[in-house]
C-alpha cells in the first residue's frame, strides 16, 4: 500500500469514527440513584431530564442527600457513556496497522 491509498484509509476511517460518534452523542442514557433519582444524558454529556422516581424525596427537608443522589444518577450515566466511547474507540483502533487519528 502507497502512503496515499494509507491517507486515503485513514481519511476513510476517521469520517466513519466521526459518523458514528455524532450518533453516540444524541444518544440518551439514563442513570439512576437510590431508585429515587433517574438523570437523562445525552452523549454529548447534556443533561436531557432529571426524573424523581419517589417524590417522597422532595418532601424532604434533605437538601444535600437531593444533590448527591442526582450527581450518583449523573455519573452512573456518564459511565454509560464513557463505556460506549471506549467501545467506539477500541473498534477503530483494531484497523489495520492499529492507526487511530
Given amino acids: 500500500m502507497n502512503m496515499q491509498q ?3 484509509s485513514v481519511r ?3 469520517r466513519e469514527y466521526e459518523k458514528e460518534h455524532k450518533v453516540l452523542e444524541e ?6 440513584a437510590s ?3 433517574k438523570v437523562y ?3 454529548n ?3 436531557e431530564k432529571v426524573e424523581f422516581l419517589d417524590d417522597s424525596i422532595l418532601s424532604s427537608d434533605n437538601k ?6 442526582i450527581a450518583i444518577a449523573y455519573q452512573n450515566a456518564k459511565d454509560l457513556i464513557d463505556a460506549e466511547e471506549d467501545k467506539l474507540m477500541a ?3 483494531q484497523q489495520p496497522g492499529g492507526v487511530f487519528f
Fill in 64 to 69: 444535600e442527600m437531593i444533590e448527591e443522589t
Fill in 6 to 8: 494509507m491517507l486515503q
Fill in 12 to 14: 476513510k476511517l476517521q
Fill in 45 to 47: 454529556l447534556t443533561i
Fill in 27 to 32: 444518544k440518551v442514557f439514563e442513570g439512576t
Fill in 91 to 93: 473498534k477503530y483502533q
Fill in 35 to 37: 431508585g429515587v433519582v
Fill in 41 to 43: 444524558l445525552k452523549g
